[in-house]
């Protein structure tokens, strides 16, 4: 298995702590956010962990790590950042956002999952937005669900029934990545203009190539979590963190 970390973004919401430090580096207690996940992937077995870099790249010291520079990252968003590393979309795979923290518990129920193509839901998640004024439910990247099929996900769906958060980690197996790096290479070919509610695809999100799948018609699956994870975008989410994960 390869884990890719998505830590090209330049984390302005931070001010700052992010002016000449990459968002992942930032410190949660007495750890970055990247030690916070390798301490938990630490419980499973992978092959290579691959972090996408963007602006202070240099401030990644870190041995046993394959770093893939994206250096086109001021032209791209998550996907086209992610993009950078298709050379390592094979096999089985995670996808993680970088700027989130979670605990065994959910990781493991995404490693146990047996799926092509899944992403990680949380159904309960309104309660992460309690007192979080920085960072509101209408910025979640929210995901609709029809007897256990994603049929949307994007932020702001006026439908809240049955509605969960997508925490920022798909799994993919070997059939999965060929599948996911093939839909991406055919649109990198043919696809003009805005992608799903991106401005082109290199500005796309992850959830825009989700949607683009769904669309196709291509499966991918609901996995529903259960755990303790944050998002870190602002200041706030950072002292949120520190309390859920002293």
Same mark, same amino acid.
């Given at each position: 298995?390869?884990?890719?970390?998505?830590?090209?973004?330049?984390?302005?919401?931070?001010?700052?702590?992010?002016?000449?430090?990459?968002?992942?580096?930032?410190?949660?207690? /007495?750890?970055? !956010? $990247?030690?916070?996940?390798?301490? +938990?992937?630490? =419980?499973?077995?992978?092959?290579? &962990?691959?972090? %996408?870099?963007?602006?202070?790249?240099?401030?990644?010291?870190?041995?046993?790590?394959?770093?893939?520079?994206?250096?086109?990252?001021?032209?791209?968003?998550?996907?086209?950042?992610?993009?950078?590393?298709?050379?390592?979309?094979?096999?089985?795979?995670?996808?993680?956002?970088?700027?989130?923290?979670?605990?065994?518990?959910?990781?493991?129920?995404?490693?146990?999952?047996?799926?092509?193509?899944?992403?990680?839901?949380?159904?309960?998640?309104?309660?992460?937005?309690?007192?979080?004024?920085?960072?509101?439910?209408?910025?979640?990247?929210?995901?609709?669900?029809? /007897?256990?099929? !994603? $049929?949307?996900?994007?932020?702001? +769906?006026?439908? =809240?029934?049955?509605?969960?958060? &997508?925490?920022? %980690?798909?799994?993919?197996?070997?059939?999965?990545?060929?599948?996911?790096?093939?839909?991406?290479?055919?649109?990198?070919?043919?696809?003009?203009?805005?992608?799903?509610?991106?401005?082109?695809?290199?500005?796309?999100?992850?959830?825009?190539?989700?949607?683009?799948?769904?669309?196709?018609?291509?499966?991918?699956?609901?996995?529903?979590?259960?755990?303790?994870?944050?998002?870190?975008?602002?200041?706030?989410?950072?002292?949120?963190?520190?309390?859920?994960?002293?």
């Amino acid at each position: 298995m390869n884990i890719i970390v998505i830590a090209a973004g330049t984390g302005k919401r931070l001010g700052e702590k992010t002016k000449n430090l990459p968002k992942y580096l930032i410190r949660v207690n /007495e750890k970055t !956010i $990247m030690q916070h996940q390798q301490e +938990i992937f630490r =419980k499973i077995q992978y092959d290579k &962990f691959v972090i %996408i870099t963007g602006p202070h790249k240099e401030k990644f010291t870190a041995t046993n790590v394959v770093y893939v520079e994206d250096s086109n990252y001021q032209q791209h968003d998550i996907l086209g950042s992610l993009m950078a590393a298709r050379d390592y979309i094979f096999g089985e795979v995670l996808i993680v956002y970088s700027d989130i923290i979670f605990d065994y518990a959910i990781l493991s129920k995404i490693i146990e999952s047996n799926v092509n193509m899944g992403i990680a839901i949380d159904m309960d998640w309104e309660k992460n937005y309690e007192n979080r004024t920085e960072h509101t439910t209408e910025e979640a990247e929210n995901v609709l669900l029809d /007897e256990g099929k !994603i $049929m949307e996900i994007r932020k702001h +769906i006026t439908n =809240k029934n049955n509605v969960g958060e &997508f925490l920022g %980690i798909m799994k993919l197996s070997p059939a999965g990545s060929k599948i996911f790096v093939n839909k991406f290479l055919d649109l990198e070919k043919m696809h003009k203009g805005s992608f799903q509610d991106a401005p082109s695809l290199h500005k796309g999100y992850l959830t825009d190539i989700i949607q683009e799948l769904v669309d196709s018609k291509i499966d991918v699956k609901p996995i529903i979590v259960n755990g303790k994870w944050c998002e870190i975008d602002t200041n706030q989410d950072l002292q949120k963190a520190a309390t859920m994960f002293k």
